[in-house]
């Protein structure tokens, strides 16, 4: 493609951009490291002369320094790793040689001290979640799904079922308790979130040890239920509370299909929830959309995966691409609820959030 043709195909404002190497700089220093920005400055020089090469690349130091895992775990697919237990201090071999077979330098964890109640340890604010675009790309798919009339007067076994899409984290057991305090959780893993009235969250790992905070702005602090700030004392009671009630008194939904999370993983929190006669609906910030029904039936639904489980009468915990929905059509039960489903997040997409 000629440089005429290649313009045509780019707005003039894109293309002047591009060529004039004009961008602002200050959009790089909200989220990247002071080497990654060097880098991509260095890069976007408009003189090819001065542009580093690929091997000088290779030893600068967001390529030379810094922190790699030997793998990310699968959680990756929908959220980002959290880094807040590891040292970034310690040096490790560029990229391109461990690209050729030679092991990595990793550093080791790093103890996490509590301040106390001075203040919250190891603050992080990560992207934030867009819950309506999460939801409107949902009920597009939704929407293209039901254009098919996918409804069968038939039982879809595992045959067409695909377990690769089958969500990761989903809600197994919850409690509303909004009336005074807030909405309780525990997600499959035997996590335990509580999102309280004044919007804050507190989330037990599955080790029984370790909790995250996430406050109003969503600002995420770690701590332990032994050591953590005094002003987070009642929640902390209130988050035990919610714990033992759930573990002593409820039923764990699709208990069975539950995949491990690792030191890397970030754990989902719930964004938001509503009830209605029908059921309760629950939206993840990992971009899981999941609805409990009256008749205890249960839908997960993952724009990011494209991908939708369902949880039948019997209890049977399958996972369907809408894809394959699309071509091969689905239970006249799966049908109703996706039908069900895309009416709801229509309603939940127009209300204000502070009525949500």
């Excluded at 819950?131 to 045959?159: H, I, W, Y």
Aim: some cysteine; charged content about 25%; hydrophobic content about 35%.
């Amino acid at each position: 493609m000629s440089k005429e043709e290649d313009k045509q195909e780019i707005p003039d404002i894109i293309y002047d951009s591009i060529t004039k190497t004009s961008y602002k700089k200050g959009r790089l220093t909200s989220n990247i490291s002071p080497s990654a920005k060097q880098m991509i400055m260095l890069m976007l020089q408009s003189d090819p002369a001065r542009r580093p090469k690929v091997q000088q690349l290779a030893q600068q130091d967001f390529m030379v320094n810094g922190y790699v895992p030997n793998a990310l775990p699968v959680s990756c697919l929908t959220m980002a790793p959290r880094f807040d237990q590891v040292e970034k201090s310690m040096n490790r071999k560029p990229l391109t040689e461990v690209t050729n077979g030679e092991q990595m330098i990793v550093d080791s964890p790093l103890k996490v001290e509590i301040a106390g109640s001075a203040g919250l340890p190891h603050a992080t604010t990560v992207t934030a979640f867009d819950a309506n675009e999460n939801a409107l790309t949902l009920r597009r798919m939704l929407q293209d799904v039901l254009k098919s009339k996918p409804g069968r007067n038939c039982k879809f076994g595992d045959e067409m079922s695909d377990p690769a899409a089958q969500p990761l984290l989903w809600v197994s057991k919850w409690v509303d308790y909004s009336d005074k305090y807030g909405f309780g959780y525990q997600l499959c893993d035997e996590s335990v979130g509580v999102m309280f009235n004044d919007t804050t969250k507190l989330i037990l790992l599955p080790n029984g040890l370790n909790v995250h905070y996430i406050d109003k702005n969503g600002e995420e602090s770690y701590m332990t239920v032994e050591n953590y700030p005094k002003m987070h004392d009642k929640k902390m009671k209130l988050l035990s509370y919610f714990s033992r009630y759930m573990r002593e008194h409820l039923l764990k939904a699709g208990g069975s299909a539950v995949r491990e999370n690792d030191s890397l993983s970030r754990i989902p929190h719930l964004h938001q929830w509503c009830r209605s006669t029908s059921g309760v609906l629950m939206q993840l910030n990992n971009g899981t959309v999941q609805m409990n029904f009256g008749d205890h039936t249960k839908i997960m639904m993952c724009p990011l995966m494209a991908a939708i489980s369902y949880i039948d009468e019997d209890k049977s915990f399958r996972t369907f691409r809408f894809s394959s929905i699309q071509k091969n059509g689905c239970s006249m039960g799966l049908y109703e609820k996706m039908r069900y489903a895309y009416d709801k997040l229509g309603v939940l997409m127009e209300q204000d959030p502070c009525d949500r």
